[in-house]
């Protein structure tokens, strides 16, 4: 992701000035080209949070999943910059956000979300998020209905409560290997089932290099705060449009997803065939297709102020 200029905000929400947020473009580029905003670190609810904004038009907010950075956005930011506004970061504990101690909690994710976009005048956003960052946005659609303007599920949910033996199974061989292992271990354990093909092991070296960089304390604080949560029922209160975007090869089953989708007034589930849980890496263009037709179908009004 290119970083043609570096600018910072002041501290708190209350430091970012006009100036601040005005575009940079690269040498050589035409206005109306593409622009790139980039800052750095954005003081958020006594959190340190890396972020990138790049491009022009509607604000749409990516959340990235456990373990992971805002560059899983990689294969998504330069196609959706083109004709929106795209904002990524680094959850508070991940990539180059600090790390402070836990508990971590998912209203608090949520609210680092709800700061940042707020900081940066945007009043309301499309939204998605994948995995944990899909148990975000719906948390953020909760609390902070008003500033998402859509929502978009990638293979999550709004319900994180354990009820079955395998989930129980699952979740404790996760928190046991992280204890135990390495994070490149991990890295390399993980990735073998989100991206099994030969094609795609590029893809994989660069996840175990990502994940190698976390670090226990705050994994482990942020797995214990999506075990267990839950805002399942006021699910029926979301009246923003809602895609939920599920691969045929996830971890929990399809019929999860169709039953949250059926309580929800303005949702709609699209199923992604020979897809895995890590969707928007794996198979960016099937993924990109569907995230666009939704977007345009929901384009309005620019929300952002500038």
């Known amino acids: 992701m290119s970083r043609p ?6 501290q708190g929400l209350g430091g970012a000035s006009k100036s601040a947020l005005e575009s940079v473009r690269e040498p050589g580029t035409a206005a109306g080209e593409q622009e790139t905003l980039w800052m750095p670190t954005l003081d958020v609810n006594g959190t340190t949070l890396n972020y990138e904004v790049t491009g022009q038009g509607e604000p749409l907010l990516f959340l990235h999943g456990l373990g992971s950075c805002l560059q899983d956005w990689e294969f998504q930011v330069p196609e959706f910059s083109r004709d929106h ?23 608090m994710f949520a609210a680092d979300a709800a700061g940042l976009l707020r900081a940066l005048g ?60 390495s994070f490149r271990k991990v890295g390399e354990a993980v990735s073998k089932k989100l991206f099994p093909e030969p094609e795609l092991a590029g893809v994989r070296a660069s996840f175990i290099e990502r994940y190698a960089r976390n670090d226990k304390k705050s994994y482990l604080a942020t797995l214990r705060a999506f075990v267990g949560w839950s805002v399942l029922a ?6 923003c449009p809602t895609l939920a975007i599920a691969a045929d090869h996830d971890y929990t089953p399809l019929a999860l997803k169709e039953a949250y989708v059926a309580k929800m007034p303005a949702a709609k589930l699209v199923v992604v065939p020979d897809s895995r849980h ?25 929300a952002s102020v500038r």
């Open 5 to 10: 200029a570096q600018l910072s905000l002041g």
């Open 85 to 107: 506004r795209v904002i990524a970061f680094d959850l508070r504990g991940h990539g180059d956000s600090s790390r402070p101690p836990g508990p971590y909690s998912m209203p």
């Open 122 to 181: 945007v009043q309301s956003a499309h939204v998605v998020g994948v995995s944990l960052g899909g148990g975000i946005a719906f948390q953020m659609a909760v609390s902070y209905p008003a500033l998402v303007k859509s929502l978009v599920i990638v293979n999550s949910g709004p319900d994180a409560t354990i009820r079955t033996f395998p989930q129980r199974l699952m979740v404790t061989s996760r928190f046991a290997m992280v204890r135990l292992l």
């Open 234 to 239: 006021q699910i029926g209160e979301i009246a």
């Open 278 to 302: 890590a969707l928007p890496v794996e198979r960016p263009q099937r993924f990109n297709a569907v995230l666009r037709a939704f977007l345009e179908e929901h384009s309005g009004h620019a």
